[in-house]
T-cell receptor, first 112, second 114 residues
Framework: GQQVMQIPQYQHVQEGEDFTTYCNSS?????IQWYKQRPGGHPVFLIQ?????EVKKQKRLTFQFGEAKKNSSLHITATQTTDVGTYFC????????????FGQGTILTVHP | NAGVMQNPRHLVRRRGQEARLRCSPM?????VYWYRQLPEEGLKFMVY????????ESGMPKERFSAEFPKEGPSILRIQQVVRGDSAAYFC????????????FGPGTRLTVL
């Protein structure tokens, strides 16, 4: 089945530093979604990327979809303590086109 | 508009007992998904349902696990004869349709098997 690899598994940063997490697939993806999960919470949708080479921004967050639609990244500029949590990428898969295959997630810790 | 509701939020069972997890999707959503998350791991897809239909159950263990989404009432994930390895957080999500729509997640049910 489809696999989505995400790195790094953990990232510790000082408040104000930048952060990036990467997602890779061996197969071409139709689209990719990003979710954030706070400690003890549930995943919350951040964004969906569909087009090759697409770049979307949400305030300090920048999302990119690779030209070959096999990789994606999430970059946070000047992290804040409120950015703490686990960031997951997820790809739509399955013949039903409803199943999300999640990456392993990157756990972000921000030290004040 | 209430979000996805799940209950119970925490469930403790002894080995061999049954666990029933309930999920009410967001109003207007007819697509329901169940995911399992082990501590500090990603979410693993289990099953995708629409009203009265199982669309994709490729992530469901072959034995002891079943899911339904009846015409009336919540979706139910049922685990029979639980074992310690079933301890996990079980999340339900819903969407208005499949294929490229964001999934709205419920708060999850944390199952602990003693």
């Amino acid at each position: 089945g489809q696999q989505v690899m995400q790195i790094p598994q953990y990232q510790h940063v000082q408040e104000g530093e930048d952060f990036t997490t990467y997602c890779n697939s061996s197969t071409t993806l139709s689209n990719i979604q990003w979710y954030k999960q706070r400690p003890g919470g549930h995943p919350v949708f951040l964004i969906q990327l569909v087009k090759s080479g697409e770049v979307k921004k949400q305030k300090r967050l920048t999302f990119q979809f690779g030209e070959a639609k096999k990789n994606s990244s999430l970059h946070i500029t000047a992290t804040q303590t409120t950015d703490v949590g686990t960031y997951f990428c997820a790809a739509i898969s399955g013949t039903s086109y409803g199943k999300l295959t999640f990456g392993q997630g990157t756990i972000l810790t921000v030290h004040p | 508009n209430a979000g996805v509701m799940q209950n119970p939020r925490h469930l403790v069972r002894r080995r061999g007992q049954e666990a029933r997890l309930r999920c009410s999707p967001m109003k207007g959503h007819s697509h329901v998904y169940w995911y399992r998350q082990l501590p500090e791991e990603g979410l693993k897809f289990m099953v995708y349902l629409q009203k009265e239909n199982i669309i994709d159950e490729s992530g469901m263990p072959k034995e002891r696990f079943s899911a339904e989404f009846p015409k009336e009432g919540p979706s139910i994930l049922r685990i029979q004869q639980v074992v310690r390895g079933d301890s996990a957080a079980y999340f339900c999500a819903s969407s208005p349709a499949s294929g490229g729509y964001e999934q709205f997640f419920g708060p999850g049910t944390r199952l602990t098997v003693l």
